[in-house]
T-cell receptor, first 111, second 119 residues
Framework: TQLLEQSPQFLSIQEGENLTVYCNSS?????LQWYRQEPGEGPVLLVT?????EVKKLKRLTFQFGDARKDSSLHITAAQPGDTGLYLC???????????FGAGTTVTVRA | DTAVSQTPKYLVTQMGNDKSIKCEQN?????MYWYKQDSKKFLKIMFS???????INETVPNRFSPKSPDKAHLNLHINSLELGDSAVYFCASSQSKPRTSGRWTGELFFGEGSRLTVL
């Protein structure tokens, strides 16, 4: 059983469209991180959210941490082909210190 | 200059063989990890070392043995390889070690991965 559930599993959109990826859990997390992994590479950290309700922006990417610290979302505005990749959420549950990863959302942005 | 480097990047071997994957980080981090990514892209932690001390040892067959000669290196040796060991193995490092108190927000720096195929 995975602690973090991501949805959708796959997402294919046209360049210029918006998309949202979700990361949900029944557990409370101390913090949540979002990573992007490109084919043949290791995951690279995009952002860490720590406070319930926190919103962070990274250019066209907006990350939100749920008020109860059980969920997070990643919204991409005007997606570009360079946004293509596997998006992974990860975090340490508040009663543990080991980083758990979600199964990821594969995003494909078509030119 | 690669921050976290793993070798080899690809490894194809027969069932029953023994193989090793090496990892080195030049970031000066204290903590290193091995993760396994299966065919469904799910990343699962296997081991973690902090300053050469084993701090995380998940439920992994004892055919897998990590070794950290110093804090910049973490190797993974696998004995008697099985078909189910086929996966991509990622080494990672972080500046601080995971902690049970407070909020740990350590960033993980991953290597490029080592794809192991067992025939």
């Amino acid at each position: 059983t995975q602690l973090l559930e991501q949805s959708p599993q796959f997402l294919s959109i046209q360049e210029g469209e918006n998309l949202t990826v979700y990361c949900n859990s029944s557990s409370v997390f101390s913090s949540l991180q979002w990573y992007r992994q490109e084919p043949g590479e290791g995951p690279v950290l995009l952002v860490t959210v720590v406070t319930g309700g926190e919103v962070k922006k990274l250019k066209r990417l907006t990350f939100q941490f749920g008020d109860a610290r059980k969920d997070s979302s990643l919204h991409i505005t005007a997606a570009q082909p360079g946004d293509t990749g596997l998006y992974l959420c990860a975090g340490p549950p508040s009663n543990d210190y080991k980083l758990s990863f979600g199964a990821g959302t594969t995003v494909t942005v078509r030119a | 200059d690669t921050a976290v480097s793993q070798t080899p990047k690809y490894l194809v071997t027969q069932m029953g063989n023994d193989k090793s994957i090496k990892c080195e980080q030049n970031l000066g981090h204290d903590t290193m990890y091995w993760y396994k990514q299966d065919s469904k892209k799910f990343l699962k932690i296997m081991f973690s070392y902090n300053n050469k001390e084993l701090i995380i040892n998940e439920t992994v067959p004892n055919r897998f043995s990590p070794k950290s000669p110093d804090k910049a290196h973490l190797n993974l040796h696998i004995n008697s390889l099985e078909l189910g060991d086929s996966a991509v193995y990622f080494c990672a490092s972080s500046q601080s070690k995971p902690r049970t108190s407070g909020r740990w927000t350590g960033e993980l720096f991953f290597g490029e991965g080592s794809r192991l195929t067992v025939l």
